[in-house]
């Protein structure tokens, strides 16, 4: 029985290992992958504090190094599912069950798909959801960026250092993204912008070749030719395996404290209702969700 079970080994969750060791808690984090968290796809990160510019592989490095010099157990594996008993919860991985006193969800989320025909047959072949992973894949070509917020304009903005044209193509007539952003975009001689208009449908043999587009407005279908189509609808939080109250699309709700709607369950990071999705506040998360588990925990072992 471990005193605090973490899942998830991205920024949130190693931040509340960290934490957890140095109170004195017999802490496991579980995590699928070797190097987590979405931040270790990022080419480069230059607003994490105290690193003026690092790759996003290297610093989750550093958090796994750190991680595991403060004495934290990292085990690999994937969570199917929770179950809350009370006093104690159990966590459902490819390597059984374990039990814990307290629980922190630190799982993150992922891109959203489109949903269209071609994106799952095409992922790789000129399909993707990351411009640091696969922009270089493009250099001199031609690509469409889908989505109108600040994970579309920051990539297109990318992507347009290394492509040679990039067409946003946004389904209303103005953008989501920060003005910041929009800004910097509109100024970009080689970004276009493709209003009212949605992806029906991506197509090509072994590679991208074209894209089905709709205008909203009229109605009138078209067909582009393209290289590469870089999708950014939006994230979806990877909290399935956990049954505690979250908002329409799987966020976790939160108070103040991380605390879940249910007792000694908490959140942290990415999974949960925020509305800033940053490492910074990922690591912030995992401090707080790290010491109310221990408040949590101390009270539940005076009791007994
Ligand atoms: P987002 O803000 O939810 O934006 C998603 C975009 O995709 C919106 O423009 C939305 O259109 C569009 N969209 C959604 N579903 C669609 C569909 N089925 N078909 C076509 N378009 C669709 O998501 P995000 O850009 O990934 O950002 C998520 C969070 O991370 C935000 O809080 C953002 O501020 C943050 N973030 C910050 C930075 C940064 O600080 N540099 C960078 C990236 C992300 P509508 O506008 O019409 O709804």
Known sequence: MY????????????????????????????????????????QRVENYPGFPSISGMELMQNFKVHAEQAGVIIQNTNVSSVRD?????????????????????????NPKRLGVAGESELLTKGVSYCATCDGPFFAGQEVIVVGGGDSAITDALILADIADKVYVIHRRDELRACSLLQKRAFGKENISFIWDTAVQEIKGRDLVEKVVLKNLKTDDITEMKIDGVFIYVGIDPNTSMVDVDKTDVGFIRTDERLKSSVDGIFAAGDCRRTSVWQVVTAVSDGAVAAISAHEYITSLKSDN
Request: aromatic share 4%; glycine share 16%.
């Open 3 to 42: 005193d605090l079970i973490i899942i998830g080994g991205g920024p949130a969750g190693l931040t509340a290992a960290i934490y957890a060791v140095r109170y004195g808690l017999d802490t496991v984090v579980l995590e699928k992958n070797v190097v987590s968290g979405q931040i270790a796809t990022a």
């Open 85 to 109: 008993e009370g006093g104690k919860k159990v966590v459902i991985s490819d390597d059984g069950e374990l039990e814990g006193l307290a629980l922190i969800v630190a799982t993150g989320a």
